[in-house]
C-alpha cells in the first residue's frame, strides 16, 4: 500500500502541475496529461523493478533472514498485483498468524504466483520456500531466491531432495521459516493434485508447526492489466502443532493438511461473496 501511495502522489502532483501551467485548458492538455500520468506510472514501476533487482544483486547472498528484505518483497508483490494487474488479496484468518518463526507453511499451488501472495500475507517473517532447481539457472532468478532464503531442490534425485529438506529443517531451527507446495506442481485449477507426503518431513525434522494456506482464485486472475479488479483469497488455517501430528507417519499428515485445504476450499465454493 505504502508504494502505491507514493506512485499515486507523485502520478498526481506532476500531472496537477502541467495542468495548472496551461493558461488555458483544453482537450489536447487533458489528454498530454493524460499520458503524463500514464507515463509515470510506467516509470514509477520500472524503477522499483530495477531497485529491487538491483538489491537482491547486491544483498542476495547476506542474512536472507534480514526481516527489510521480505517487507520490502512483500510491498512490491502488492504493488504490482493490486495496482498494475488489478489482483487484490483478501487475506483470512490473519489471527492464525504464528507468534514464533518455527513454522513451515503448507499451501495448495494453483499459478506461479502463489508465492508471492504467501509472501505479501507473511511479509513480516523471514519466509523462504523450497524452489525447484530449475529455477536458479537464471543468474537474476537466482539472486532474488537467494536473497530471501529460498533453497532450490531437485525433484527427480531422491539424494539432492533429501539435502534439500535437511538444510530447510535447519533454516527453520535457526528461527528462518520455510514454505513448500506439497502437490509439486502448479495445477493451474482449484482442484488439487494428491500431496507428496515426503514434502512433510520438512516439519517432522525440525519439529515445527504447520500453517496449512489455502489460496482460492488465482487460476481466474490472468497475468494481464485489467480495468476490474479480480479478487484472490488467501486463508491462514490454524496451525498444526508438532504434538497433534506426533506419531503420524508423513502419508497421515499429508491427508490431514490436505483434508483441511480442501474444506476451506469448499468453504469459499458455498461463499456467495468468494465463489467464484
Not at 13 to 21: K, N, P, Q, R, V
Not at 121 to 147: N, T
Not at 230 to 255: C, F, R
Amino acid at each position: 500500500m505504502i508504494l502505491i501511495i507514493i506512485q499515486f502522489i507523485i502520478s498526481t502532483l506532476f500531472t496537477g502541475f502541467y495542468l495548472g501551467s496551461q493558461s488555458s485548458i483544453t482537450f489536447l492538455s487533458l489528454l498530454w496529461a493524460l499520458l503524463l500520468f500514464i507515463a509515470i506510472n510506467i516509470g514509477f514501476l520500472i524503477f522499483i523493478v530495477l531497485t529491487f533487482l538491483l538489491l537482491a544483486v547486491v544483498f542476495h547472498a547476506k542474512k536472507p533472514e534480514a526481516l527489510w528484505k521480505h517487507r520490502y518483497l512483500g510491498q512490491c508483490c502488492e504493488f504490482a498485483f493490486e495496482y498494475w494487474l488489478r489482483t487484490k488479496l483478501v487475506v483470512h484468518f490473519p489471527e492464525n498468524l504464528p507468534k514464533s518463526n518455527q513454522f513451515v507453511i503448507v499451501s495448495n499451488h494453483v499459478g506461479f504466483t502463489d508465492p508471492m501472495y504467501i509472501i505479501e500475507a507473511f511479509r513480516h517473517y523471514p519466509v523462504g520456500f523450497i524452489a525447484k532447481s530449475s529455477l536458479f539457472r537464471y543468474p537474476v532468478v537466482r539472486h532474488v531466491l537467494q536473497f530471501i532464503g529460498c533453497i532450490p531442490i531437485e525433484r527427480q534425485s531422491d539424494r539432492q531432495a533429501v539435502k534439500a529438506i535437511i538444510e530447510g529443517a535447519k533454516s527453520i531451527q535457526a528461527g528462518r521459516p520455510m514454505m513448500i507446495f506439497p502437490e509439486g506442481t502448479r495445477s493451474h485449477q482449484k482442484e488439487m493434485q494428491d500431496f507428496k507426503p515426503g514434502s512433510f518431513k520438512l516439519a517432522t525434522k525440525a519439529n515445527a508447526k504447520i500453517i496449512p494456506v489455502c489460496v482460492y482464485g488465482v487460476h481466474l486472475a490472468k497475468i494481464r492489466f485489467r480495468l476490474k479488479r479480480v479478487k484472490v483469497h488467501l486463508a491462514i488455517l490454524p496451525s498444526i502443532e508438532p504434538s497433534e501430528y506426533e506419531g503420524m507417519d508423513t502419508t497421515q499428515i499429508a491427508n490431514l493438511v490436505q483434508n483441511r485445504i480442501q474444506s476451506q476450499i469448499e468453504a469459499f465454493d458455498s461463499n456467495p461473496n468468494t465463489k467464484l
